[in-house]
């Protein structure tokens, strides 16, 4: 393809000259795979890609004064909250992603606690050091104050200095199920029992594992209570794009009840246009993500996650053994996927770095050193055995410069 990026081409080329450049782009399937994380089995992929591209340029933006598109999009909400034992005044938003999600759930937040707390100049939220940047991020647009609090050592919300940490700015708490980085679930029921204690909204991200924990524990994998059976928990982040299979970009945010969907919206009519009314933060959008959810979900229906979440489940073992098998590496223990690996004798920055030089696109943690493995059912064969065939060398490969470093220190 070429470099030139002075500008806008004078003449415009061939269809297939197009598709040609746009091929040379294109990653490779498998050392790509990891970065296009959550990608189902291909005829579930090909269903929500055919229904997408129905709807391409079919507005979102209209989807509460379009009959066709709000229809589905309720039922595909519908079909979300019909899995997190949500009550039944509860209300959803389709979102373009965990991101979005988390904002709607800030500025909601923000508004609630303008009614409930008239007082208060600059609200704060306590969450857990391990949730999610979006917090951050969304804080400093809203004009919130964020709080991080150090972990357990079991890497889960620490509830008791998450209590410590409560002032009179307080406004609202947030655990994950699970967190990305570490795949665990962080004591929601304790946390709920503290927010209702103290009058505080808190807030579920289960943006990687919302979508897979009502299936790993139908199949009769225990899991600690996360979502809406647990008092005190008002709204619940969800990414339909990793668990749920749909094409990007779709996300859920569920609200306790309808009065507390009411803090989310924001409807303004003062300009020659009249009633300004959507669904979050997003004017126009495709509706193909809409008709897409709908789509994979029906395909799948309940019976269709099942299958999915045994599959994924078996191979998470296997590939945490594969992984456990290399000298050095030690897979984390984790409630749910994504895998996270990480080393206690290894330099983890070389391990990353060897697989990147080998092609792999992946991401990491910092602290502590771990590479994230966002598993999912399209990870077949030849990715898996690729990708440990060149974790294997890259292990070896910062294992020889340990012995090297302390050769030089005798
Ligand atoms: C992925 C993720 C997000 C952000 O979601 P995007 O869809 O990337 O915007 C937030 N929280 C958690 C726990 C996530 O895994």
Redesign the pocket.
């Known amino acids: 393809m070429s470099n030139n990026t002075a500008g806008l081409w004078q003449t415009g080329i061939s269809r297939e000259e197009v598709f040609r450049q746009l091929a040379e782009v294109q990653f490779d399937e498998v050392k790509g795979h990891w970065s296009r994380a959550f990608r189902p089995p291909l005829d579930v992929q090909e269903v929500g890609a055919t229904a997408y591209r129905t709807f391409l340029s079919d507005n979102g933006l209209f989807s509460l004064r379009t009959d066709y598109i709000r229809e589905v999009e309720e039922q595909v909400v519908g079909m979300c909250l019909g899995l997190f034992h949500s009550p039944p005044d509860a209300a959803g938003t389709f979102t373009s992603?965990?991101?979005?999600?988390?904002y709607s759930a800030l500025h909601a937040i923000r508004e609630w606690a303008r009614e409930r707390f008239p007082r208060l100049t600059r609200p704060r939220i306590v969450v857990p050091y391990s949730a999610?940047p979006?917090f951050s991020k969304g804080c400093h647009y809203f004009g919130l104050t964020l709080e991080r609090v150090p972990l357990r050592s079991d890497r889960r919300a620490d509830v008791a200095a998450m209590a410590a940490a409560i002032d009179v700015n307080t406004v609202a708490l947030v655990g994950?199920a699970?967190?990305?980085s570490f795949g665990v679930i962080d004591p929601i029921a304790e946390l709920g029992e503290l927010a209702v204690h103290k009058g505080l909204w808190l807030h579920v991200?289960a943006?990687?594992g919302g979508y897979l924990a009502p299936f790993v524990e139908a199949l009769g994998h225990a899991l600690p209570p996360w979502d809406f059976r647990v008092p005190g928990v008002q709204s619940i982040?969800a990414?339909l794009?990793?668990y749920g299979y749909c094409p990007k970009?779709a996300?859920t945010v569920l609200w306790r009840s309808a009065e507390l969907k009411r803090f989310h919206i924001v409807h303004p009519d003062d300009w020659p246009g009249g009633p300004y009314r959507m669904q979050g933060f997003a004017g126009s959008r495709s509706a193909g993500p809409i008709f897409a959810a709908w789509a994979v979900m029906r395909y799948l229906g309940r019976e269709g996650y099942l299958r999915l979440t045994r599959e994924l489940l078996e191979v998470r073992v296997r590939l945490m053994d594969e992984i456990r098998a290399i000298p050095g590496l030690n897979p984390l223990d984790s409630d749910l996927p994504p895998i996270a690996f990480g080393s206690q004798t290894l330099d983890m920055q070389i391990v990353m770095g060897e697989l990147r030089k080998r092609g792999w696109i992946l991401v990491g943690a910092s602290q502590p050193p771990l590479i994230n493995l966002p598993l999912d059912p399209a990870a077949n064969e030849r990715v898996l055995n690729s990708f440990l065939a060149d974790l294997r060398q890259a292990a070896s490969k910062a294992a020889a410069q340990v012995g090297a470093r302390s050769e030089l220190d005798y």
């Open positions: 992603g965990g991101s979005e999600s988390n999610h979006t994950s699970p967190c990305w991200d943006c990687v982040s990414d794009h990793k970009p996300s």
